[in-house]
């Protein structure tokens, strides 16, 4: 992969939105318009999400920690197993990536008093789009399968597993009320779309 690949997936978490109006429902009640200081951070685990939120942006935050968490495991085995050196560096940039909006998230959610773990990863899933989890036997497949099947094996499971991310960016694009929450589903519906593209490219190759 060449070098500026790498740093496209590594721009993704970049800071999105420093500044932001907010207006968002926190359960039942709507919660009028509020304007979000300008955040000087240094990294995106810095930046703040303010106060006003709903259950879309709970749940969004939920279950794509779940999802980075598992992510972070199959880039991690990648890294070690993979032999071309263009899937070793996107493993290694998904770590470093999400590693970071891992920390953001769990902070925003301890700011609005939730928790950062899912009760039911499947009826969570199930309950909200009907998306498969993946797996841990699948994940844990990729430490034991035969060096010549592991790049596809990992490629297809990846790519499956950051579709779900794209998908769970777009209810919260839809459905979601807190601005930085917003901001940042789109940005991970980008980058996660371009990660898609690289690995289907990589599948052909």
Do not use: Y
């Amino acid at each position: 992969m060449k070098a500026r690949h790498v740093a496209a997936l590594v721009v993704a978490a970049a800071p999105f939105l420093l500044g932001a109006c907010g207006t968002a429902v926190d359960k039942q009640e709507a919660a009028p318009a509020a304007t979000a200081p300008a955040q000087n951070v240094k990294n995106v685990s810095e930046i703040t999400a303010g106060s006003t939120f709903n259950d879309t942006d709970v749940m969004f935050l939920q279950m794509l920690i779940d999802n980075q968490q598992q992510g972070q495991q199959m880039a991690q085995i990648a890294a070690k197993r993979a032999g071309r050196p263009e899937v070793v560096e996107l493993a290694k940039a998904v770590q470093v990536t999400q590693a970071d909006e891992i920390k953001m998230m769990t902070n925003w959610l301890t700011e609005w008093g939730k928790p950062a773990t899912l009760d039911e990863r499947t009826s969570l899933h199930a309950d909200h789009g009907g998306l498969p989890a993946t797996s841990e036997k699948e994940i844990a497949a990729l430490k034991t399968m035969k060096k010549a099947q592991f790049e596809t094996a990992f490629l297809n499971l990846f790519l499956g597993h950051q579709h779900n991310a794209v998908e769970f960016a777009q209810l919260e694009l839809s459905k979601g009320g807190n601005e930085q929450a917003k901001a940042f589903a789109e940005r991970v519906k980008q980058s996660r779309t371009d990660q898609v593209q690289q690995m289907l490219k990589l599948l052909a190759g």
